[in-house]
């Protein structure tokens, strides 16, 4: 596995997939492989960002991958929430015109599987994205 950290910025989320995108082209993935791995990875970012303290001042995120045979798997770390969880709490979906509120969905479309790991002060969100190709498995 391999990982890197960055800062809780809108601006770091293309750093995030321009480093995966090299992990897996170095790694011989598919072209149509890593552009399913980066948008996967960019809504996870995405979500750390605007969702956990990651996005405060000074907050940061960490993105690993761990290439295996036909399946990458994505995970990223964040600060934990902004908010105190409420367990009785219903979120609403999102209204069906929203500009957001759907990138989930795409997740679940790309990954075989995917899921959340919350702690008291951290959110992990790891998702496995198939591979038409063996990848390596060594880190750089």
Do not use: F, Q
């Amino acid at each position: 596995m391999i990982s890197t950290t960055l800062a809780g910025t809108p601006e770091s989320v293309g750093e995030a997939r321009a480093w995966l995108r090299s992990v897996l082209s170095l790694r011989g993935a598919d072209k149509n492989d890593i552009a399913d791995a980066a948008l996967v990875l960019s809504e996870l970012a995405s979500n750390a960002v605007v969702h956990s303290r990651s996005g405060l001042p000074g907050g940061t995120y960490t993105v690993s991958a761990h290439c295996s045979a036909r399946r990458v798997r994505i995970t990223v770390t964040d600060n934990g929430s902004r908010c105190p969880r409420n367990p009785g709490a219903n979120t609403p979906c999102a209204p069906p015109l929203a500009e957001n509120g759907r990138g989930l969905l795409l997740v679940e479309h790309h990954a075989t599987e995917w899921w959340a790991t919350l702690t008291h002060d951290a959110c992990t969100v790891t998702a496995d994205i198939p591979t038409t190709r063996t990848l390596a498995e060594a880190t750089p």
